[in-house]
């Protein structure tokens, strides 16, 4: 069963970093892109970041460009969303999530449970 489990979020003030993490179970991690999305307190889920199985491809939302890298390693079934230059409207509940392509990471693949980031001014 595929099931990709985040965390590391918190409390951080606006201008500092966060480290958050997903591990995937249960596929094989290096076939599969891995994708990151967040969802602000009343309103929809949004795509943030995804990267390719191999690592050799990224996409990011224009919102988290230069401050947002993600990053993954294999060998742990591991993906990263390392944020840097925090904003309070970077607050929300960020969820991971498998997808076959970074091109169908909007329309299918696999959802993993959310973590809180809150950023206060």
């Known amino acids: 069963q595929v099931q990709p489990v985040a965390s590391g979020g918190g409390l951080v003030q606006a201008g500092g970093s966060l480290r958050i993490s997903c591990v995937a179970s249960?596929?094989?991690?290096?076939?599969?892109?891995m994708g990151w999305f967040r969802q602000p307190p009343g309103k929809e889920r949004e795509f943030v970041a995804a990267?390719?199985?191999?690592?050799?491809?990224?996409s990011y939302a224009d919102s988290v460009k230069g401050r947002f890298t993600i990053s993954r390693e294999n060998a742990k079934n591991t993906v990263y969303l390392q944020m840097n230059s925090l904003k309070p409207e970077d607050t929300a509940v960020y969820y991971c999530?498998?997808?076959?392509?970074?091109?169908?990471?909007?329309?299918?693949?696999?959802w993993g449970q959310g973590t809180q980031v809150t950023v206060s001014s």
């Open positions: 249960g596929w094989i991690f290096s076939s599969y892109a």
């Open positions: 999530k498998g997808a076959l392509s970074i091109a169908t990471m909007t329309t299918q693949g696999y």
């Open positions: 990267i390719s199985g191999n690592g050799g491809g990224t």
